[in-house]
């Protein structure tokens, strides 16, 4: 059976959130920014980006550019609300379906058409629950494939749907500009410029030895997105148990002494929460948000049942970090994440003394824990988070 994909798109889906909770920003300039002296613009408006505001672009600069512009810290967890909001309501149409990013989802809608009809009449059904729902207009790709279905769907404006037949992709790809193919970078758009390749129906036509000699191993790759072929499998995503901690500091910070302090906090607070949940983790992951929001992320995955002291997570969050942080623009934001748990219990080293280090380490957090159940988490600190503002500990 021919695989039915469809591509809904929400543009700029953060804004259309932040104006629906705050309606009075349909009126003026608004872009998402954090609330310090060396933040960067994230996400701008329409009317922000008529007074020549664009992502990327300091914010001092931007209020001097636009006097009435309102800056907004962007609110994840909200977002995310109604991102799963929007993914089981897309259930209703279909078991499988995938959120690529804010705003962005993938319906698998093979062999459903005697349930909702024609793949049209089923794209038209969820723009107009995105509509209800969140009042926002969604744009609709329909293809055998995610490749297919995402393109389309950027060839659109909101509201309207475009339907790629089977058999037909390659026809419907060729007069495309490659700049329209997902993970192509800079990189490669100035060197298919320097080639003289405009369109996808040329690319595809280079013998393949060829363009790999100008684009090097991805190339095969590249030739086979610029033919139409792409991924059928929509991926649902699973209930993986995991914890996540976020930690914004207060002032950006490139210091290393201080944003040491700040990683021994948020391991005190992992190690805490984990050991309340009674959990041990396998794996660790520590993500970097530096001022010009780029995002760094490293994880490391142990064999030892050692990440439920905050000793030896702040060994490893640290060993994380020294090989993530090559970076000199300063850090505004600390994500850690913990996964793959189990029961909690460890093997045993064979020489007692070996056990003493774990033994001192386990008394030291218990007594720790008994403090904080009574008093609160921020009662009690270690003398390494000196530098740390209780306030964001809370």
């Known amino acids: 059976m021919e695989k039915t994909i469809l591509h809904l798109a929400i543009d700029n889906i953060c804004l259309e959130l932040e104006t629906l909770r705050q309606p009075q920003l349909k009126e003026r300039p608004f872009v998402l920014a954090t609330l310090s002296n060396r933040s960067v613009v994230q996400a701008t408006s329409p009317k922000a980006a008529e007074c020549g505001i664009y992502p990327g672009m300091p914010v001092s600069i931007a209020k001097k550019r636009c006097r009435p512009l309102a800056v ?53 059904k969820s723009q107009k629950l995105f509509k209800k729902l969140i009042g926002v207009e969604a744009k609709a790709g329909i293809g055998t494939n995610k490749l297919v279905s995402q393109v389309a769907a950027t060839l659109v404006p909101p509201l309207d749907i475009c339907e790629v037949f089977p058999g037909s992709e390659s026809r419907f790809m060729a007069p495309l ?23 996808l129906g040329k690319l595809a036509t280079i013998p393949y030895e060829i363009l790999k000699a100008a684009l090097g191993q991805p190339a095969a790759y590249i030739r086979d997105l610029a033919q139409g072929r792409g991924d059928t499998n929509v991926n ?19 210091d290393r002494d201080i944003l040491l302090a700040y990683l021994m906090a948020l391991s005190e607070k992992l190690g805490y929460r984990i050991r ?30 050692l990440l439920y002291l905050d000793h030896f997570i702040f060994i490893t969050l ?38 003493m280090i774990y033994k001192k380490e386990e008394k030291l957090n218990h007594c720790l824990d008994l403090i904080r159940n009574r008093f609160g988490f921020s009662s009690i600190l270690r003398g390494k988070t000196f530098y740390v503002s209780q306030n964001t500990l809370n």
């Open 276 to 305: 309340k949940e009674n959990k041990i983790p396998y794996n660790i992951s520590l993500e970097l948000v530096h001022s010009d929001g780029i995002r760094v992320r490293g994880q490391k995955t142990t064999k030892e049942a």
């Open 177 to 199: 500009n490659p700049q329209l193919l997902p993970g192509i970078g800079p990189v490669t758009q100035k060197r298919l410029q320097e080639l003289n390749i405009n369109s």
């Open 318 to 355: 640290k060993e994380i970090f020294n090989r993530i942080c090559r970076r000199r623009i300063r850090i505004r934001e600390f994500i850690v994440q913990a996964s793959k748990f189990s029961l909690p219990y460890r093997q045993l080293h064979l020489f007692p003394w070996d056990e």
């Open 72 to 124: 907004i810290p962007p609110d994840t967890s909200f977002y995310k609300t109604f991102q799963q909001k929007i993914f089981h309501k897309l259930m209703s149409f279909s078991p499988l379906v995938e959120i690529s990013s804010w705003g962005k989802y993938y319906v698998d809608l093979t062999g459903t058409k005697r349930l909702l009809g024609d793949p049209v009449d089923a794209a038209y």
């Open 236 to 254: 649902t995503p699973g209930s993986i148990p995991k914890i996540d901690i976020r930690l914004h500091l207060p002032e950006e910070e490139n």
